[in-house]
């Protein structure tokens, strides 16, 4: 399964999530590309959230993908910076695994 992201018509920027107009030329018009996977740039686990229990953590990670732009997505495992993840959409949620 893969993620879709939006790419400008005019400029060719890349965006995660979609937007109305793009964020480097204001364009307002965009084709999509299907993304297998990215590169893990950064990882961070959230310990404790608003409303959640203790012990309940989350581990989030920040990929950057081909054709370039960054998705935050949640990790199945930790995983180490550098190392390529694939991305899945499960419901609402992008998912990062192995």
Known sequence: MSVQIQICVACGHAHFPDMLLCA???????????????????ATDICYRVGGRTGDAKLLGLLETDPKTLVLARMEIKARPGQWLRLSLVGDAVWACV
């Open 24 to 42: 480097s030329c204001a364009g307002a018009s965009f084709s999509h590309a299907c993304v297998e996977g990215g590169k893990l740039i950064a």
